[in-house]
């Protein structure tokens, strides 16, 4: 049951007004924007550079233009850089239901296309675009995940059934697959399991207003392994989030009446379930696994709606949350532990913020020295000294040791020249010498010659 919070007001304004719990973390900072007339986030992500990059949809009411959107904030939360893809553009373009950051540190983003099916859009770094693919049909896409191979897989519905698609790195369509989900089933969350397959979570209607959850795992070619449907109580039972466990196993989170959450094994057998009230009117719109084997839930519904943040233990029972007077979208916890998260609604605004020790000073510019050489025939034998999670201090001179490093090389250096000068003085009074020696032998020769006849 979630601890006693005052509820926020039901409209929107310049400020989410995050009212944590007595044991939550306290909020650090918070950013408000927005793209066009208004805006809405949908996905976000924690960049390599250590800042977010989040992607949703902007509406422009005077050109009558609804399309996708990114934007980019520093570690600090600095804004770096917003985008907008609408009008001149690609006015085939929804909003975007998801966005991930590519090898190249560009980005990838996904939706629906308005006559087109779905779009894939990647961009480079800035955000400006440099190519779209279009995947025509009846696809309503809901995730993008980057795939362990360089491409990507779409999932969401076509026509009633779940919808999974899987393409290159240059968008280029290597397969797709739907699957019977029931009446009217819709597939909202998927991502790419530790076995390289596919896991896809939403709901069917099974008889009128009633829905079931719905779980479906595929292997790594799109081919259906097993399929899992769970019932809820009165009012329905709805997945809109999901993730993979530490254990191999799954969390499944959504609503109906309340907020609930769903674990299950590998196979996908309940392994338990929890309800939150307080939530009424809410689903659960992202689940992450948190550091400590607990769960962050991000819940609210679009539009002018009350939201939290709900962070759990590993069994699903609330330590803390955080109430808003907005939908909370998507979460991200960060190396330090704390937490940022993001979401908004249509009043004119969206929301970034962080808890204590989520902001992190961007990294230096690394001087351009030579990087170690490491013979094939001999690897390390430790193959984390290696990677680029090396700690600074390991690989990096001292500002110290860079400063007599520097006076070394120049005093041996200043010693080679004058070295060099020196031999070349003695060099030159040598030759000097040696001409004056051979002009005294040409002048002296005849009575040298003549000495020797004697």
Known sequence: MLLPVAFGQ??????????????????EWQRTFTEGDSSYISSMIQTSDGGWALTGTSMYITLADIGPWAIKFDSMANQQWSQPYYDGMNTNLGGACSIVQTADGGYALAGASYNNGTYLVKTDSQGNIQWTQYYPGENDPEALVKTADGG?????????????????????????????????????AMVQTSDGGYALAGFEDTSGSESSAFLIKTDSSGDMLWTQTYSGSSGGLQAFS?????????????????????????????????TYSGTSGEVA?????????????????????????????SNGNIQWNITLDDTVCSVVQTSSGAYVFAGGNFAGYDFLMGTNGSLTSPEPTAPQTPAPT?????????????????????????????????????????????????????????????????????????????????
Not at 392 to 400: D, G, I, K, R
């Open 10 to 27: 039901t409209t929107g304004s310049a400020n989410a007004n995050p009212v944590p719990s007595p044991t939550a973390p306290s909020i």
């Open 152 to 188: 990507y897989a779409m999932a969401g519905t076509n026509s009633g059934s779940f919808w999974l698609a899987k393409v290159d790195s240059n968008g280029t369509l290597q397969w797709s697959h739907s699957y019977a989900a029931g009446k009217d089933g819709e597939c909202r």
């Open 242 to 274: 999901l993730a993979e466990t530490n254990d191999g196993g799954f969390v499944l989170a959504g609503g109906a009446v309340d907020v609930c959450m769903i674990k299950t094994d590998s196979d996908g057998n309940v392994l338990w379930n929890q």
């Open 285 to 313: 719109m992202s689940v992450i696994q948190t550091s400590d084997g607990g769960y962050a839930l991000c819940c609210g519904w679009f539009g002018p709606s009350t939201g939290h943040l709900l962070k759990t233990d």
């Open 374 to 454: 490491v013979t094939p025939s001999q690897p390390p034998s430790n193959a984390s000294q290696t990677t680029t999670t090396q700690s600074p201090a390991s690989t990096l001179p001292s500002t110290e040791e860079s400063k007599n490093g520097g006076a070394t090389s120049f005093e041996g250096y200043l010693i080679l020249v004058v070295a060099l000068t020196v031999l070349v003085m003695v060099l030159t009074v040598i030759v000097i010498i040696l001409r004056r020696c051979n002009h005294w032998v040409i002048t002296a020769g005849v009575p040298l010659r003549r000495l020797s006849e004697l």
